[in-house]
């Protein structure tokens, strides 16, 4: 008789251990979709904030910044990564469907890198030279002190923050029909590593195995490598801010996951990936 009490008992114990696993609320999961330039961030940024919260959930992935806020104006995605800015006629999409300009938070630095072959001798160049480069006015690198040989283009997709950046701040004209377009940071790396007379741009996280092209504002100002101290000064000139951007203000889980990237150990990890602390 005691052992049937006692198996009686077992039995609504993991009953009630079930019943209550059943009922335990989802853990919240966070959707990040966006700029390539930042997915090793944002994965990095994931990661560790998974390990030390076991609760959380985020998933991550890329596509590009104006496929990540396509995303966030059509409800897909919790937070867009963006290396650039959103454009009026997107918060007008935003306000329209969720009467909501969105919200923008800056969460690192980034200054756009020149990369160039390793044995290219071109060690600078100006704004207004990577200008006639990628619009193709210059064509080949004798023209700004490297070989009598031609300049071959390296550049991103037009879903990408990073290209509309460079052509609205650097570029200010149409790109090159003759550049060839990459589907992120990575692959326009890799393809200068292999090309002795390749040039292109990226984020400065992504610059392995190739040259980085020092860049001044014109003709009489000094050049600057990309740096937390040439980025944090004004001095770099292709320097910009990369993005979070929400539908509306964080709550929960999301709220506690922004202020953690924003804290100083998730801006340690922006520094440990490659880019620049906002602070």
């Known amino acids: 008789m005691k052992k049937l009490k006692t198996k009686i008992g077992m039995a609504a114990i993991i009953m009630i251990a079930l019943l209550s696993f059943a009922f335990m609320p989802a853990p919240e999961k966070i959707t990040v979709k966006g700029s390539d330039t930042m997915v090793i961030l944002a994965q990095k940024w994931a990661e560790v904030y998974m390990k030390s919260h076991p609760g959380a959930v985020i998933?991550?992935?890329?596509?590009?910044?104006?496929?990540?806020?396509?995303?966030?104006?059509n409800g897909a995605?919790?937070?867009?990564?963006?290396?650039?800015?959103?454009?009026?006629?997107?918060?007008?999409?935003?306000?329209d469907r969720y009467a909501s300009l969105g919200v923008e938070i800056r969460c690192a630095k980034d200054g756009i890198t020149i990369f160039l072959h390793e044995s290219n001798p071109v060690k600078e160049l100006s704004l207004k030279q990577l200008s006639n480069i990628f619009s193709g006015k210059t064509s080949n690198w004798k023209e700004v002190?490297?070989?009598?040989?031609?300049?071959?283009?390296?550049?991103r997709e037009n879903s990408s923050g990073t290209y509309v950046f460079f052509k609205d701040h650097v570029v200010k004209a149409d790109y090159a029909a003759r550049c060839q377009t990459l589907p992120g940071t990575a692959a326009v790396v890799n393809a200068i590593s292999k090309d002795k007379f390749g040039i292109g741009y990226g984020g400065a996280a992504y610059a392995a195995g190739v040259k980085h092209c020092a860049v001044k504002k014109d003709d009489k100002s000094p050049a600057y490598i990309a740096?937390?101290?040439?980025?944090?000064?004004?001095?770099?000139?292709?320097?910009?801010?990369?993005?979070?951007?929400?539908?509306?203000?964080?709550?929960?889980?999301?709220?506690?996951?922004?202020?953690w990237i924003l804290s100083a150990e998730g801006q340690k990890l922006v520094a440990e990936v490659g880019y620049f602390p906002v602070r």
Do not use: F, H
């Not at 801010?241 to 202020?259: C, F, H, Q, S, V």
């Open 227 to 259: 740096d937390t101290e040439t980025v944090k000064s004004g001095q770099y000139p292709i320097a910009r801010y990369l993005y979070m951007y929400l539908r509306n203000r964080p709550t929960g889980e999301m709220k506690a996951y922004i202020d």
């Open 77 to 95: 995605t919790d937070i867009c990564n963006a290396s650039r800015s959103m454009k009026q006629s997107e918060m007008d999409k935003l306000k």
């Open 145 to 155: 002190g490297g070989p009598d040989q031609d300049i071959k283009l390296y550049g």
């Open 59 to 73: 998933q991550v992935t890329g596509g590009g910044s104006g496929t990540g806020i396509a995303a966030l104006i």
